[in-house]
């Protein structure tokens, strides 16, 4: 059981170049969600979606896109990457049936992107 | 909109010192409340969490009670450990919709033997 998995683990990018990161699970969760970490920001929500078939913006999704290929995997695309893309970015996910108050989000490990 | 107000960090303690790293939120609901580490290279993991008012999540000998009079949400343990240096953050989720998190900026805590 390898719960969130993230790729790649590192990036760096030119200005103007495109691509995607990939993030799978294994819990059978119903919703996931891709956050950006920032030094003195916390984590910020990009986009999530709530259940497979469906994506929706979070609090800065300008400059990224998303796909929810299947239940098991949300990709985060970058089309033309530009310096202030620079982050650590987060997949997470959740069971998202709405029978938990409070549910768990489960964290991958993290992909680290720079952008010259 | 939704926010959590979390302590400047780092927080610097030796070991066996009590803990404690302060949150505040605003929200229009009644949100849920919760504590998430980052250790060093990894993802966030959930450590305590809560519901209601004066629920108090515990784990790892880590405790947070919900304090609905005066929205807060702060973190205390009795005696860190070197183990416990990490990044911790405080976030709520609104119960009126989906469940997205809404994070603090965070609190590095550093223990030195």
Request: aromatic share 12%.
């Amino acid at each position: 059981n390898a719960g969130v998995t993230q790729t790649p683990k590192f990036q760096v990018l030119k200005t103007g170049q495109s691509m995607t990161l990939q993030c799978a699970q294994d819990m059978n969760h119903n919703s996931m969600y891709w956050y950006r970490q920032d030094p003195g920001m916390g984590l910020r929500l990009i986009y999530y979606s709530a259940s497979e078939g469906t994506t929706d913006k979070g609090e800065v999704p300008n400059g990224y896109n998303v796909s929810r290929l299947n239940k098991r995997e949300f990709s985060l695309r970058l089309e033309s990457a530009a310096p202030s893309q620079t982050s650590v970015y987060f997949c997470a996910s959740s069971d998202g049936t709405g029978v938990t108050l409070a549910e768990e989000q489960f964290f991958g490990p993290g992909t680290r992107l720079t952008v010259l | 909109g939704d926010s959590v107000t979390q302590m400047e960090g780092p927080v610097t303690l030796s070991e066996e010192a009590f803990l404690t790293i302060n949150c505040t939120y605003t929200a229009t609901g009644y949100p849920s409340l919760f504590w998430y580490v980052q250790y060093p290279g990894e993802g966030l993991q959930l450590l305590l969490k809560a519901t209601k008012a004066d629920d108090k999540g515990s784990n790892k000998g880590f405790e947070a009670t919900y304090r609905k009079e005066t929205t807060s949400f702060h973190l205390e343990k009795g005696s860190v450990q070197v183990s416990d240096s990490a990044v911790y953050f405080c976030a709520l989720s609104d119960r009126a919709g989906f469940q997205k998190l809404v994070f603090g900026t965070g609190t590095r805590l550093l223990v030195s033997p």
